[in-house]
């Protein structure tokens, strides 16, 4: 009887506040990020005029507790189990991520709720990505990371267990449930004991900061999460007042009265003391460069005509960036360009360009008579109104930026670019879901609530 077993969604839930507790008391540093965020959305808040509040999901319940994190794994067999875990809290693989593209030796994927009373209940995303031994040349050092990653074990027993018992029943009952989310919980906890050498560290730190943070340690540490900002601006500005160091740019699109996708911002990682092996059983104090907070600020969804126009604008803004000679003023060209992209909700439906949601108006639920099948004519009539659909997912090359301007060196791309989905989907013992796909099922269905109750009232 399934009416005994928590949700999904409240399992998720409890979770994402479990982890965002742990690592305000683990990094004081994002403590701070989160209070300067608060701060900043009730500030916004107060000064939002009701017609914005209502054209978004910003004044949602889901706001204020919504994070994402990330994490980096190191076997196709953690891959796997991460995905098991995450399945229980009803986070499913949306997306494939090569991040090769870039010169990292990672590729990835989101785990996230699908359907629109999921994400709505609580958006709980993690950003994860599997290391790619295969990128690694040398030999002797790729031997020595698949050997250190063979020997680690980043779920409990009980974890494990839980999570068969979990399937078996397909659900957890209340204590289940608590016991599966403080077990769980362990494997993203920081280690602050390295499980190799200081001299192998230096080895694989000195090939890419990536390889050395997945390899050398314990378990995949959660590196980051993310509080969601109505003004990512003015969090920028702001962070040095706050005593944070932030990243020199924000990634992805510009400022814009109709926010497209999603603008994100971080504070530089933080240098901190671990301790690694010595040959005699000994240990010896170093550091490690890894841990860092994020904000973000979501916009529209896109499809995929709209997220072709905005690649292209971006790689245009980059090769110009790059090709410069003195230092270019990155946020007034990235304005400049996207001055290309339209910046009005009706323009960006009628092109095509966002995905959106379609809600029937107390108009509309009284309408009786001149119904057509034209969705532009009920919104022109007053019957429906259209909303721009919150994009759940992430940018491949905002997230490159991220994981850049985090590593202990802003390394320039040193590994060949090479996607393969398909090794990742193998490792992951499942195919990712085409983020795509949501969004246009999403708005499909909610235009056909409109069409039935508009054609049940004629
Ligand atoms: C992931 C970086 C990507 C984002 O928000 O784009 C990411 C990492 O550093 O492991 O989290
Ligand atoms: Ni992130």
Redesign the pocket.
Same mark, same amino acid.
């Given at each position: 009887m399934s009416a005994v077993y928590v949700s999904p969604d409240d399992i998720r839930d409890r979770f994402a506040a479990a982890m965002s507790d742990m690592y305000r008391r683990e990094v004081p540093a994002y403590d701070k990020l989160v209070d300067l965020v608060e701060t900043v959305n009730a500030e916004y808040r107060s000064n939002m005029t009701a017609e914005i509040a209502a054209a978004s999901d910003e004044q949602s319940e889901r706001f204020e507790k919504e994070r994402?994190? $990330?994490?980096?794994l190191g076997t196709a067999d953690e891959l796997s189990m991460m995905r098991r875990v995450f399945a229980l809290m009803g986070m499913l693989p949306v997306g494939y991520y090569d991040l090769s593209q870039a010169g990292l030796p990672?590729h #990835?994927t989101a785990f996230r709720p699908v359907t629109a009373e999921a994400l709505s209940a609580n958006p709980f995303r993690i =950003?994860t990505?599997l290391l790619r031994l295969d990128m690694i040349e040398d030999e002797d050092l790729k031997k020595r990371a698949g050997d250190a990653l063979a020997q680690r074990k980043i779920f409990s027993e009980r974890a494990v267990e839980l999570v068969k018992i979990g399937e078996a029943q397909t659900g957890l009952t209340t204590s289940q449930a608590e016991a599966f989310i403080s077990e769980v919980i362990k494997t993203f906890e920081w280690h602050a004991q390295a499980q190799v050498s200081q001299q192998d560290y230096s080895s694989f730190l000195e090939l890419n900061g990536?390889i050395a943070d997945i390899v050398c340690f314990k378990g995949p540490h959660i /590196?980051?999460l993310?509080p969601r900002t109505l003004d990512i601006d003015d969090v920028q500005r702001r962070m040095p007042q706050w005593g944070l160091d932030p990243k020199a740019v924000i990634?992805g699109p510009p400022a814009r009265q109709c926010p497209i996708l &999603?603008r994100?911002t971080s504070f530089r990682a933080l240098k901190e003391q671990v301790s690694f092996r010595t040959g005699d059983g000994k240990q010896i104090v170093g550091a490690h460069t890894a841990r860092f907070g994020?904000v973000?600020q979501r916009g529209a969804a896109l499809t995929p005509k709209g997220r072709a126009l905005y690649d292209e604008l971006l790689g245009a803004v980059l090769a110009e960036t790059r090709s410069a000679s003195a230092s270019v003023d990155y946020t007034g060209l990235l304005s400049a360009v996207f001055a290309a992209f339209p910046d009005d909700w009706r323009q960006m439906m009628s092109e095509g360009l966002a995905y959106f949601t379609f809600e029937l108006t107390d108009a509309g639920k009284r309408a009786t008579s001149g119904i057509d099948d034209d969705v532009e004519t009920w919104i022109e009539n007053g019957w429906v109104i259209a909303v721009a659909q919150t994009y759940e997912d992430? &940018?491949p090359v #905002? $997230?490159a930026g991220? =994981?850049r301007s /985090?590593l202990e060196r802003d390394e320039a791309p040193q590994f060949t670019a090479n996607s393969n989905q398909s090794a990742f989907e193998t490792a992951l013992g499942a195919s990712t879901m085409d983020p795509f796909a949501l969004y246009q099922e999403t708005q499909d269905r909610s235009l056909a609530r409109c069409r039935a109750a508009l054609l049940a009232a004629r």
């Open positions: 994402h994190g $990330a994490i980096r990672v #990835s =950003f990505s990536l /590196n980051h993310t990634e &999603l994100q994020e973000e992430f &940018l #905002s $997230a991220i =994981f /985090n």
